[in-house]
């Protein structure tokens, strides 16, 4: 017999077809109470779970008593609770790689829009203020050759550094919780603390996961660090920087401007202060968001279930030890 899995999240056709050939699927929109009581059998018989953006903790794993892996369709797992599945042994696999260049280019995006301010300006075409040759009022500030501060250097904090440095000649600083030869030897990425960086940075980006010690880590105290002329990209998660301190950092002058893909509550609620201020691109969470990526993520959590639930935890698994 198949084994049965819960899906949250919808799947392209050919997707959903290999999903079908391995596990018998039950198919919710989502993870609320209220979803899970309405198909208690369905979750108290699922060996797998398979979507994304939804909270895994104790009191769901409660109502799903057989399940042995989890696989989530993002590289970021921050929403579940790693300590509960540790508990009970249960895998959990995520989708690094086949995002990280999308990312990379989504953070290349904000530079440029927040520094050369393409959203205010083409808001401004589009209600007719174009009316003669654009004087310093439109102007923006170079991108090339200005320093760049790398929170993160990871995979995706890699990948960013390797578009500043070959297409924009950009000297880059970063922090990390360890060097990195590949940064240092490829992009002459210069590793600094994070109070020196800040200090230093024309950009400074963040491209971290939420953990413990990510948690506010960007604050009052770090905006008063950096630069006036500094613009800020976060595109990690909302949680890691005191969102009201970075309002006021914009508010006050601290800071010139900043691009943001994430926010400590998403959907960014419409009362946001940030969505008045002229000085702030914000997106959706678009991240990873390509049709071509979405596809590959998906494809990879359907894989990544299909190994898990065959004891298979070479690759993508973020708790190994966890498997029987
Ligand atoms: N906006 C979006 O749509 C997307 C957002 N993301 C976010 O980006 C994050 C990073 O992804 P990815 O690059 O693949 O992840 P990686 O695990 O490859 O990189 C994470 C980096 O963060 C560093 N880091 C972790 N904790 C700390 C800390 N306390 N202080 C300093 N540095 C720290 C790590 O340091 P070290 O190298 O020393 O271990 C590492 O360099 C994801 O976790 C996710 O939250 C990801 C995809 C899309
Ligand atoms: O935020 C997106 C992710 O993949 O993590």
């Not at 989890?70 to 995520?94: C, E, K, P, Q, W």
């Not at 990195?180 to 020196?196: I, S």
């Not at 604050?219 to 950096?226: D, P, R, S, V």
């Not at 959706?284 to 279930?305: F, Q």
């Amino acid at each position: 017999m198949k084994p049965s899995i819960i899906l949250y999240k919808a799947l392209p056709d050919d997707l959903m077809q290999r999903l079908e050939s391995h596990f018998t699927v039950t198919r919710v929109p989502d993870l609320k109470p209220e979803t899970v009581q309405q198909h208690a059998d369905a979750f108290a018989n699922a060996q797998g779970l398979l979507g994304s953006s939804q909270n895994v903790h104790a009191p769901l794993l409660e109502k799903m008593p057989q399940l042995r892996a989890a696989s989530t369709i993002s590289v970021g797992y921050d929403n579940f609770d790693v300590d509960a599945l540790n508990a009970r042994n249960i895998l959990l696999m995520h989708t690094p790689t086949v995002l990280t260049e999308t990312v990379a280019d989504t953070i290349m995006a904000l530079v440029l829009s927040s520094a050369r301010r393409v959203v205010e300006v083409a808001e401004r075409v589009k209600v007719g203020e174009w009316t003669s040759s654009i004087g310093a009022d439109w102007f923006g500030i170079d991108v090339h050759h200005k320093t760049l501060g790398i929170v993160g250097m990871g995979r995706i904090g890699l990948a960013l550094a390797q578009r500043a440095h070959f297409g924009f000649g950009m000297p880059i600083l970063y922090n990390a919780r360890r060097h990195h030869a590949e940064a240092e030897e490829r992009f002459q990425a210069r590793y600094c603390e994070l109070e020196t960086l800040l200090k230093e940075s024309d950009f400074v980006c963040l491209v971290l996961p939420l953990t413990e010690e990510t948690h506010h880590l960007i604050g009052q105290k770090q905006f008063e660090l950096m630069k006036k002329s500094a613009i800020f990209i976060n595109a990690g998660r909302g949680q890691v920087v005191d969102e009201a301190a970075l309002i006021a950092a914009l508010q006050n002058g601290e800071i010139h401007a900043a691009g943001l893909d994430v926010f400590e509550k998403e959907p960014l609620p419409i009362d946001s202060p940030l969505l008045s201020l002229p000085n702030v691109v914000a997106l959706p969470h678009i991240g990873s968001a390509t049709h071509e990526t979405r596809y590959n993520m998906s494809a990879c959590a359907v894989d990544n279930l299909i190994d898990a639930l065959n004891g298979k935890v070479e690759k993508n698994c973020v708790n190994p030890q966890a498997a029987r």
